[in-house]
């Protein structure tokens, strides 16, 4: 099994290219599924979880023609065979349960295993079933799995209890193959929303308000393939610019719309970094120890839980205490620990973690517990004094495109062992 290897204690400067967004990516591909001739992508990531879709994807039939190197794939879903997603593929991606508005709309049927559990805490998806019921499916749980039908969808009213993205996405699929408007309220806001909408959008789907609270889709009997480039992703290049910020540097990601980033760059300024924002790159220069600063995790556009532990990585050598509270999953504390052996002062507190900046970390042996813990702890080794050890990094690999590499280019003394 991999691991990452960092010596600490340089200063990363330079500039990297963010790859396309794995959150992004996951639901546009999907999205395939809807259409009735070949749909090309562009700027597609190359992930662990971007070749289990192709592989949910080709079980349903459809042919998938992908080259990852070149972050290109092509989904013709023009014949599909299968209705069913088993555990063994979902179990390993949460965001396969976004499959069954595409499948009932296609198909007018879809049985989709539950997702199982998840490392950072329930992900409930109660709300992407309710909608499917109010678009008109029959749904029934049985033996683990979704067993969802219906004669034609129809376009209803919508009104989210939370702003969840999944079934905020699943919902927007399932509409625009239904009959009739659907008006979906108190829909998640995030640019990968948006990004999702302007994929369907280019299928022929007709909607508007993506971005906002409410979407309005009116269905259509079919879609046609698109050609489509998905986003650069946002949470990559906020961990770039954390390890320039907790290594004193100055580093630049290209590749993205800064808005989309707003809520981290305004922490980031509040934390002492000069933040420099063009049209579609961003410059984090930092003025030494960052200073000691709160957040809140929030739905967009506030501070993405997918930041969190990255930036508390930061706050962990800032100067000055700082008080890091998650809303959003209950169970996302589990780097503390981790970032604990490396010589660490955070103390968790309910929802609330109080971080006691240290200007002196020492490199130990770690174990990556999810995705973006896998992060923190690379940022804690590239701050710490000596070597640091990242087992576990199968978890890196699902969210971040060669990270040991870009990193390599900003002058990081890293490298992944076997």
């Not at 990516?25 to 700027?43: K, N």
């Amino acid at each position: 099994m991999d691991k990452i290897k960092i010596i600490g204690g340089r200063k990363l400067t330079g500039s990297v290219q963010i790859s396309g967004a794995k959150n992004a990516a996951l639901p546009v591909l999907i999205a395939g599924l809807l259409a009735e001739t070949p749909s090309r992508f562009s700027c597609v990531p190359n992930l662990q979880d971007i070749r289990t879709t192709f592989k949910l994807l080709t079980q349903f039939g459809a042919k998938c023609q992908e080259n990852l190197a070149q972050n290109t794939a092509t989904i013709d879903a023009s014949h599909l065979t299968s209705h069913e997603a088993p555990y063994d593929l979902v179990r390993t991606m949460r965001a396969s349960v976004v499959v069954l508005g595409p499948l009932l709309a296609r198909f007018g049927k879809a049985k989709v295993s539950l997702p199982g559990g998840c490392a950072i805490g329930a992900r409930p998806i109660n709300y992407h079933l309710t909608g499917l019921e109010k678009l008109g499916a029959h749904i029934e749980l049985e033996n683990g799995y979704v067993i969802a039908s219906c004669k034609k969808l129809k376009g209803n009213r919508v009104n989210f209890e939370f702003p969840s993205v999944g079934a905020t996405e699943n919902i927007m699929m399932a509409a625009a193959l239904a009959d009739g408007e659907s008006l979906l309220e108190n829909c998640a806001k995030e640019p990968e929303i948006i990004d999702l909408a302007r994929a369907l959008r280019a299928m022929g789907a007709e909607l508007e308000g993506e971005g906002t609270e409410t979407i309005r889709i009116q269905g259509k009997s079919s879609l046609k393939g698109c050609d489509f480039a998905i986003m650069g992703d946002r949470i990559e290049a906020g961990t770039f610019l954390a390890a320039g910020f907790i290594t004193g540097g100055e580093v630049t990601v290209r590749g993205l719309d800064p808005l989309y980033l707003e809520a981290v760059l305004v922490k980031f300024e509040e934390a002492g970094a000069i933040i420099t924002r063009g049209d579609d790159f961003i410059t984090l220069k930092s003025q030494g120890r960052p200073k000691g600063t709160d957040i809140t995790t929030l739905p967009f556009p506030g501070f993405p839980t997918d930041m969190q532990a990255q930036f508390m990585a930061v706050m962990a050598v800032a100067d000055g205490v700082s008080m890091i509270t998650e809303t959003i999953f209950e169970n996302r504390f589990m780097h503390v620990p981790e970032l604990a052996r490396l010589g660490t002062d955070i103390t968790i507190k309910g929802k609330s973690a109080i971080v006691k900046g240290k200007d002196k970390l020492v490199g130990a042996p770690l174990m990556a517990t999810d995705l973006r813990a896998s992060a923190s702890l690379i940022l804690g080794g590239l701050y710490a004094d000596g070597e640091t050890i990242v087992d576990r990094i199968y978890h890196l690999d699902r969210g971040y495109e060669k990270m040991e590499k870009k990193l390599q280019q900003l002058g990081a003394q890293i490298e992944r062992i076997s």
